[in-house]
């Protein structure tokens, strides 16, 4: 399955964003996930869905980022609100297959919060 991150752009601090994820097949029972990686700084995890909707965040995201999913579409989304500059990343959405994302990566999309 392929995965294609859309929704990214430039933002000033304290607005909202959506990002998009569209999968070329069926997400399933799939555990899937958002992940990020800022300018010299290793790739980290900012949000995770399962099959049954139980989600869990990054503490520096918590209260701020939505994860969501439509099995119908095979489609991830992340509402991200009330960004900061620190949320400056190129955001990738992967499959979660036992507690890891899957060694593969898209081509992500970038998100700049500045004023």
């Known amino acids: 399955v392929q995965l294609v991150e859309g929704g990214g752009g430039l933002v000033q601090p304290g607005e909202s964003l959506t990002l998009t994820c569209i999968a070329s097949?069926?997400?399933?029972?799939?555990?899937m996930g958002w992940y990020r990686q800022a300018p010299g700084k290793q790739r980290e995890f900012v949000a995770r869905?399962?099959?049954?909707?139980?989600?869990d965040y990054s503490e520096s995201v918590k209260g701020r980022f939505t994860i969501a999913r439509n099995d119908a579409q095979n489609t991830i989304n992340l509402n991200m609100n009330s960004l900061k500059p620190d949320d400056t990343a190129v955001y990738y959405c992967n499959t979660i297959v036992g507690g890891q994302p899957f060694d593969s990566w898209g081509q992500g999309t970038q998100v700049t919060v500045s004023s």
């Open positions: 097949g069926s997400i399933g029972t799939s555990d």
């Open positions: 869905i399962d099959s049954n909707l139980r989600a």
